[in-house]
């Protein structure tokens, strides 16, 4: 016998579900599961960065003289220091751009773009300046770029060319 951990939780059976559902279901699981990828990626990035501070402390013996610093590489301990921020540096942009995402429902940049363009007001402004009368000058450049792109007008033919052409 089978138990539907799903039905168990209240989910209900998958089988009702309409294709729609499942999608975003699955979209939203996609989302989770990069949100703990980078958790976790920070979590062993932040492991690493510590283990590689730790190692560099110097803690004396009882008969050694603190008052002398052990020997030490500048070059190796740069190259520690800048591998280790930029672990914990991208894994926790990652953590945080995964979760912003995760919460707001967005799956690609492009809705990102297309989100951040309505929160901002850009879409109230772009409908307002196709909303405005275009002026002499615009229409005439843009009527000489649809006769070049629908090829009524050759860009590269000579002045001469055209004026026998128009005879």
């Given at each position: 016998m089978s138990f539907d951990f799903g039905k168990l939780l209240g989910r209900g059976d998958a089988s009702t579900k309409?294709?729609?559902?499942?999608?975003y279901n699955e979209r939203r699981f996609y989302q989770m599961a990069t949100f703990y990828g980078f958790t976790l990626l920070t979590y062993i990035a932040s492991k690493i960065a510590y283990r590689g501070v730790i190692s560099r402390r110097y803690n004396p013996t009882f008969y050694q003289?603190?008052?002398v610093p052990p020997k030490f590489n500048f070059y190796r301990?740069?190259?520690a220091a800048v591998t280790h921020a930029t672990l914990l540096a991208t894994s926790t942009f990652g953590m945080v751009g995964a979760g912003a995402f995760w919460y707001y429902d967005i799956s690609s940049l492009r809705e990102f773009t297309f989100r951040m363009k309505k929160f901002l007001?850009?879409?109230e402004a772009e409908k307002a300046l196709?909303?405005?009368?275009e002026d002499e000058e615009t229409k005439q450049i843009t009527s000489s770029l649809d006769d070049i792109l629908s090829g009524k007008s050759d860009i590269f033919s000579t002045d001469e060319?055209?004026?026998?052409s128009k005879k």
């Open positions: 309409n294709d729609a559902v499942l999608k003289h603190n008052h301990d740069a190259m007001g850009g879409d196709k909303a405005l009368p060319e055209i004026a026998k």
